[in-house]
C-alpha cells in the first residue's frame, strides 16, 4: 500500500517561513510516484479541511488555493519520491494540520499521511 509520512510542521512567527515535506513510499509497478497527483490539505480545528496546493509529478502542473498564492510553493522531488511545500509570508490564519494527499487516476485510489502541525503566531 501506498504510505504517505508528513513532516517539517512547527512553531513560526508570521511573516516567516516553513517547509513541509511529504515521502512517500510503497508504490506497485506500473504506478510509480509520476502516476500519482499528490498534494496537500490542511485542517484547522473545528473548521473543514481544505485544499492548500497540489502537483502532478510526471509533468510538474500545479495547483493552488487561492488563499496561498504567492506565498506558498510546492515542488517534487522524483528521485527520493518527495512532494515539498514551501510556506513564505505565513499568517497566524495558516495555523492547522497539513495533511500530505495522493491521488490515482485509475485504478482509482486515494491515500492520506498523518499530517504536521504548523502553527504560526502573531
Known amino acids: 500500500e501506498v504510505q504517505l509520512q508528513a513532516s517539517g510542521g512547527g512553531l513560526v512567527q508570521a511573516g516567516g517561513s516553513l517547509r513541509v515535506s511529504c515521502a512517500a513510499s510503497g508504490f506497485t509497478s506500473p504506478f510509480t510516484f509520476e502516476y500519482y497527483s499528490i498534494g496537500w490539505f490542511r485542517q484547522a480545528p473545528g473548521k473543514e479541511r481544505e485544499g492548500v496546493s497540489c502537483?502532478?509529478?510526471?509533468?510538474?502542473?500545479?495547483w493552488y488555493a487561492d488563499s496561498v498564492k504567492g506565498r506558498f510553493t510546492i515542488s517534487s522531488d522524483n528521485a527520493k519520491n518527495t512532494v515539498y511545500l514551501q510556506m513564505n509570508s505565513l499568517k497566524p490564519e495558516d495555523t492547522a494540520t497539513y495533511y500530505c494527499y495522493a491521488k490515482r487516476p485509475f485504478p482509482r485510489g486515494q491515500y492520506w499521511g498523518q499530517g504536521t502541525q504548523v502553527t504560526v503566531s502573531s
Open positions: 502537483i502532478s509529478p510526471s509533468d510538474g502542473d500545479t
